[in-house]
């Protein structure tokens, strides 16, 4: 058959005929040679350097034991590119400049020296399920449009041989990658540097069960779905410097144990998705794992969890952010329990729930709780946390401290004139009266000239509890950034 070749819109030189005829061409160090297909598999040799090739069939190359070095550079794939079954590359693998328009799968291999993909777009799901990973790995500036699985892969320290063999930790790059739905990283373990640079999550990102056992760098990523870390273990530092969460961060199950760099980390309160947490204990993990849904409690144990972090560094102004948002997911919290439908012996595990820590508080170790107990509790916490917020926000306003004070105090003394003869009041000075009433050491005889009757003095004493409470919330907010 005659070749013919031709530039087509993606500025590559395209063989129409690569699969009918049982060969394809491509440029090997700047020479266009031919190379025959397996066409009872569609299967391709791997170990030289492609470039400005499109492919037009599938490339599969199974259960092949070892290749040489991969350099594919300026390709397109349209259809799937495969490497499966405990395929080895002995030397480098790197894939740059290339567009893969079906799915690409590396499933059982093993990396013994780097992998580079740099400057690749990806429209569909890569696999590399199941991988292994020993030299540096460098996924920089590519689009993985149709996400990317490395579940249960495992990224080793390189051992580098000479007069003494020495342990490398690995180092593993995502900077300016895009990341598409169904991206996860569950079961991964990345023995070093795991680098997130200015990463794009575009839909709602997993790393159950993943290990970081390096220094883990989330700076300038952004986070437009769920960033749900259930389970998962921070050995080393975890760097989350002007990280953006545009939906939600789940930290409340994670295992951190080096320091936390929060520096200008952006979660968006308003927008922060969470949902009801009353469901029974076998469904939990279904929420979080399979549906990536953050239940409330969870919100909230996040927002005490980076508090915390946040005192331990000595970082008072956002430590008092955290703690103003956890008290608000806490709100939201008991506006979900208004009736226990199920009893703490069954729910004993979900000890982090502050319903069940009370019934145990209420009702002793068994926790054979009443309802009308517990829903008599839930409403005094709720009432506790309503005045809070309403009065300081949690201690973050002096501003609403104030007119907390002056409104409340006005109705309340504003109500108690109901109890004053009309003629009284008439000769009253209002404004110098009621500038006494907010005194809370005002003498209970202030309005002995003005004839009041006996549910006069009930009102005013209520109204002395709500001025002086609202002097508190006022000094209170005040003090904010010294109080320990």
Known sequence: ?????????????????????????YNIEGEYKKYDFDMTDNSI??????????????????????????KIKHCHFQKALIFTRYTTFINAVIITNSVIFSKTLFLKCTFPKNLTFENNTFHKKVFF???????????????FLGGVDFEDCKFYPQTVKGTHQISVKSKVTFQNCVFGDGTNFVNATFDGLAD?????????????KADFLGVTVFSAAKFKGNAM?????FKDHLI?????????????????????NLFKTKI??????SVDSEEAPEKYDDIVVKELKIPIDNKRETFRILKNLSIQQNNRIDSLEFYRDELASYKTELKTKNSL???????????????YRICQFICGKDGNCKKKDLEKTFFQEKIINYFNSLSNNHGQSYFKAFWFTVIFGAIIFGSSLLFIPCEGIEKMKLLKQLTIFLNPTHSFDYMEDYSPCQPFYIIDFLGRAIVGYGYYQFIAAFRKYTKK
């Open 268 to 273: 968006d309160f308003k927008k922060y998705e």
């Open 129 to 143: 399920r199941k991988s292994k990973f020993y030299g540096r790995i460098n996924f920089n500036n590519c689009k």
């Open 229 to 233: 870390f259930t389970y998962t273990t």
């Open 341 to 355: 439908k199920i009893t703490f012996k069954n729910t004993i595990n979900r000890c982090k729930n502050i319903k």
């Open 1 to 25: 058959m005659e070749e013919t070749r031709k530039l087509d819109e993606f500025g590559v030189y395209s063989y129409q005929y690569a699969i009918t005829s049982g060969y394809a061409y």
């Open 196 to 208: 997130f640079w200015n990463a794009k999550f575009l839909a709602p990102i997993s790393f159950y």
């Open 240 to 260: 989350l410097r002007h990280a953006e969460f545009d939906k939600g961060i789940d930290l409340a199950l994670s295992n951190i144990h080096g320091e936390v």
């Open 45 to 70: 040799g791997l170990g030289m350097s492609i470039s400005n090739t499109l492919f037009c069939g599938n490339i599969l190359v199974n259960n092949n034991p070892q290749h040489s070095i991969l």
